[in-house]
């Protein structure tokens, strides 16, 4: 790929403790291969500081989302999502993220990751801002309070999408691009059968790191620079260059970031 390319990584936890031995190494990796915009998503209260520092130190390179993930709504809810209030009414962020519903852990706290899901949308709406979908084992709960909440100004994206084809679809009626990362390099990822009938415009490139590293890395810890992998992926599925893919997903990243 030509030198010059930027790769975005619409999602990566570059604050978790899985790179405290070798962070700085891991970004510069990412850098050295044309990886140079990380946007990161907010888990809980505890990562905000983390998350503060990494900007501190890549003011030209991190973009912070701010929320609550569902997996992490616990009886203490509320007060997480009054911390998501207060962070977003201080300064300025270019998601709320990640939020959703994961009834793949634990299905007993759904109702309020419901609401949580819910108030975060709409905290989205007051601020103009994107959302960052988490979905897992959970199609038919999100597509039901997205089909309540949708407006001009809900938009976003589905990130780590493993739908259906017809998900895939139902996710882009509601303004959602697709995060497409190492799952479509596993041989049972399945969407890599139908991706070339989803037009372009709709897909951003994501690792999820430290999570679900591309093959020929599964199983180990994933790093952003591993994009590249999932870049040539997606190149021989749309019959594209590397470059047509780098350049239109990052086009995309700015249609939803606003950078």
Request: glycine share 6%.
């Amino acid at each position: 790929m030509e030198a010059n390319t930027i790769i975005t990584d619409t999602h990566t936890h570059l604050y978790s403790e899985e790179f405290d031995q070798d962070r700085n190494e891991m970004i510069q990796r990412a850098i050295d291969a044309g990886v140079s915009r990380f946007f990161i998503p907010a888990i809980d209260s505890t990562c905000t500081e983390s998350m503060y520092e990494l900007e501190k130190n890549y003011p030209n390179n991190v973009f912070l989302m701010m929320g609550l993930h569902p997996t992490y709504v616990k009886d203490n809810y509320l007060e997480e999502l009054q911390h998501v209030g207060n962070e977003l009414a201080k300064r300025k962020f270019y998601a709320i993220g990640e939020i959703g519903i994961d009834l793949y852990w634990d299905k007993t706290h759904l109702p309020q990751q419901q609401i949580a899901f819910k108030r975060q949308i709409q905290l989205a709406k007051q601020y103009k801002l994107p959302i960052v979908i988490h979905c897992r084992e959970a199609f038919d709960e999100i597509f039901e309070i997205l089909e309540e909440e949708k407006s001009a100004d809900l938009f976003g994206i589905f990130h780590c999408f493993s739908g259906t084809y017809e998900q895939a679809l139902q996710a882009i009626s509601y303004n959602m691009k697709l995060g497409i990362g190492g799952v479509v390099t596993f041989k049972n990822g399945k969407i890599d059968q139908f991706l070339n009938q989803i037009d372009l415009k709709h897909i951003v490139l994501e690792t999820d790191s430290p999570y679900l590293a591309p093959i020929p890395f599964r199983g180990k810890r994933n790093e952003s620079s591993y994009i590249v992998t999932v870049v040539d992926k997606l190149a021989q599925i749309y019959s594209l260059s590397a470059k047509d893919i780098a350049v239109t997903t990052t086009e995309n990243s700015k249609a939803i970031f606003g950078i």
